[in-house]
C-alpha cells in the first residue's frame, strides 16, 4: 500500500461504486488498521475513553469518504460496514458481536413503511469488512475479509417480518419493550449501557453477518 493511496475526499461518496471499492479493500486484506488511523488523524483514544468507531472511520477515509451524520447508505447506493472478529475457544476467528445497521425512533418506526426504512436502504446492498479484534487496548487490528451482500429474496421477506414485529410492539408494547429476542435476522433494541439512554437501534444478527462475510457458522 502507497503512501498515496487514500483518494481524495469526496463531498458525497456517490461516485465510488461497489464494485471499485471491493477492488480497493481487497488491497486493505492483512493491514493492520492502527496505523492507517494515526495517518488519517481518527482518534482511537481520548482521556481514557476508547473511539469504538474508529476502524469503521479509517476504511471509510481510505475510500475517500468524509465523515458524515446522514442516515442514507454510506456510497449513494450500497452502505459499508466494519465489523470486529475475534480469536474464540476453539481457536477459530468469529464475530464478536452483532453488526448496528441503523439507529431509529418510535416515531419513525411506526410512520415509515418497510420499503422506505433506513434499514432496507442500508442492509439491501452493504460491503462488509471485517478485522480482528486482538483486545481492548485497540493496538492492533489486522483486516481479515471484505465481502459485498445483497438480500436474497427470502432474507428480505424475513427482515421486513422483523420489522413488521418490531412496528407491532411499538404500537402495543413500546418501544422499551423492543430487546434482543425480537427478529430472526435482524433485532431492534436500545442503543448504549442505559437501556436505551444511546437511543435505539436495528442490529444484524451474528447468523445473518457470518453468511455475509462466508466465514462459516
Given at each position: 500500500?502507497?503512501?498515496?493511496?487514500?483518494?481524495?475526499?469526496l463531498?458525497?461518496?456517490?461516485?465510488?461504486?461497489?464494485?471499485?471499492?471491493?477492488?480497493?479493500?481487497?488491497?486493505?486484506?492483512?493491514?493492520?488498521?492502527?496505523?492507517?488511523?494515526?495517518?488519517?488523524?481518527?482518534?482511537?483514544?481520548?482521556?481514557?475513553?476508547?473511539?469504538?468507531?474508529?476502524?469503521?472511520?479509517?476504511?471509510?477515509?481510505?475510500?475517500?469518504?468524509?465523515?458524515?451524520g446522514t442516515?442514507?447508505?454510506?456510497f449513494?447506493?450500497?452502505?459499508?460496514?466494519?465489523?470486529?472478529?475475534?480469536?474464540a475457544?476453539?481457536?477459530?476467528?468469529?464475530l464478536?458481536?452483532?453488526?448496528?445497521?441503523?439507529?431509529?425512533?418510535?416515531?419513525?418506526?411506526?410512520?415509515?413503511?418497510?420499503?422506505?426504512?433506513?434499514?432496507?436502504?442500508?442492509?439491501?446492498?452493504?460491503?462488509?469488512?471485517?478485522?480482528?479484534?486482538?483486545?481492548?487496548?485497540?493496538?492492533?487490528?489486522?483486516?481479515?475479509?471484505?465481502?459485498?451482500?445483497?438480500?436474497?429474496?427470502?432474507?428480505?421477506?424475513?427482515?421486513?417480518?422483523?420489522?413488521?414485529?418490531?412496528?407491532?410492539?411499538?404500537?402495543?408494547?413500546?418501544?422499551?419493550a423492543?430487546?434482543?429476542?425480537v427478529?430472526?435476522?435482524?433485532?431492534?433494541?436500545?442503543?448504549?449501557?442505559?437501556?436505551?439512554?444511546?437511543?435505539m437501534?436495528?442490529?444484524?444478527?451474528?447468523?445473518?453477518?457470518?453468511?455475509?462475510?462466508?466465514?462459516?457458522?
Open positions: 500500500m502507497h503512501e498515496d493511496a487514500q483518494l481524495p475526499l463531498a458525497s461518496g456517490r461516485r465510488l461504486t461497489r464494485a471499485d471499492a471491493l477492488d480497493r479493500l481487497a488491497t486493505l486484506v492483512g493491514v493492520d488498521l492502527r496505523p492507517l488511523a494515526d495517518r488519517y488523524g481518527v482518534t482511537v483514544w481520548r482521556d481514557g475513553r476508547r473511539n469504538k468507531g474508529w476502524a469503521g472511520m479509517v476504511v471509510e477515509r481510505y475510500l475517500g469518504l468524509a465523515a458524515n442516515q442514507a447508505p454510506d449513494g447506493d450500497w452502505e459499508l460496514k466494519v465489523v470486529p472478529l475475534a480469536l475457544a476453539d481457536g477459530r476467528l468469529r464478536k458481536e452483532t453488526m448496528a445497521v441503523t439507529m431509529f425512533t418510535a416515531a419513525d418506526l411506526e410512520s415509515r413503511e418497510f420499503e422506505e426504512s433506513h434499514l432496507l436502504a442500508k442492509l439491501g446492498r452493504i460491503v462488509v469488512v471485517a478485522r480482528v479484534y486482538e483486545g481492548p487496548e485497540e493496538a492492533r487490528s489486522v483486516v481479515q475479509a471484505v465481502a459485498g451482500f445483497d438480500l436474497t429474496d427470502a432474507d428480505r421477506a424475513q427482515v421486513r417480518a422483523d420489522y413488521e414485529e418490531a412496528r407491532w410492539m411499538v404500537r402495543t408494547q413500546g418501544a422499551w423492543l430487546d434482543g429476542r427478529g430472526r435476522l435482524v433485532q431492534p433494541r436500545p442503543k448504549g449501557a442505559g437501556h436505551g439512554s444511546g437511543g437501534g436495528f442490529y444484524a444478527k451474528k447468523a445473518l453477518v457470518t453468511r455475509m462475510l462466508g466465514i462459516g457458522a
